[in-house]
Every structure is written in structure tokens, then in C-alpha cells.
């Protein structure tokens, strides 16, 4: 069992930053596939980046080349988030599955066994 807890949202207005955090409640270096989801009102949730225990990292076409996925210590997770854009709106989530998943699983939120309780990014034109 592993608990994690999100903080670092807020709102910014197009072309902002804002980092996310993901603290568990233990170690998960190399215990788990770690990744970022987010979702919005009435739509499915969002695999968004990845990182696996190798440090392999992956993301959704929509985020390449802006948001960066890293694990920066034993038990955090964080994700640098820039050049926001307001559809980038949405409530993040962290969630750790499995140790091996090959790319395509590794974003599908069905993989994931522990979540946190997700941080509100809210981003303006």
C-alpha cells in the first residue's frame, strides 16, 4: 500500500508555469510506474506522463515538448508544467501501478492501482 498526496496547483493565464508535486507516503523509487493523469468534468481521465522504473518517460501527444515528468527523490514525483494553455485545464491526479508496463499501458489509467486525491490546474486566456 503507498498513499499519495498532489499539491502545487492553482491558476495562471496562458504561457504560465506551474510545477506539480506528488508526495507518497514511502519510497516508490523503483517500486513502481509512476505517471501524471488529469481529468475534466463529464470526460474520461487523461494519461498525461510517465515514468518508469528505468526512468523511461513518456507523454500525450498534447503535452510533448512542454510538460516534463520527474522523480526527483525516493518518494516524489513532480511534473514541470509550461507554456500552459487553457486546455490544459483540468484536476491532476499522480498514480503508481505496476513495475513493468509497456508505453501504450503506461497512459491508460486502468493500470494503476493507487492514486492521489488530485491537485485543480486552471489555466486563462
Known amino acids: 500500500q503507498v498513499q499519495l498526496v498532489e499539491s502545487g496547483g492553482g491558476s495562471v493565464q496562458t504561457g504560465g508555469s506551474l510545477r506539480l508535486y506528488c508526495v507518497a507516503s514511502?519510497?516508490?523509487?523503483?517500486?513502481?510506474?509512476l505517471a501524471w493523469f488529469r481529468q475534466v468534468q463529464g470526460k474520461e481521465r487523461e494519461g498525461v506522463a510517465t515514468?518508469?522504473?528505468?526512468?523511461?518517460t513518456s507523454y500525450a501527444d498534447s503535452v510533448k515538448g512542454r510538460f516534463t515528468i520527474s522523480q526527483d527523490n525516493a518518494n516524489t514525483l513532480t511534473l514541470s508544467m509550461n507554456s500552459l494553455k487553457p486546455e490544459d485545464t483540468a484536476m491532476y491526479y499522480c498514480a503508481a501501478g505496476r513495475r513493468w508496463m509497456t508505453a501504450i499501458q503506461a497512459l491508460a489509467a486502468s493500470q494503476y492501482n493507487y492514486w492521489g486525491q488530485g491537485t485543480q490546474v486552471t489555466v486563462s486566456s
Open positions: 514511502r519510497s516508490i523509487y523503483n517500486q513502481y510506474c
Open positions: 515514468i518508469g522504473i528505468d526512468g523511461t
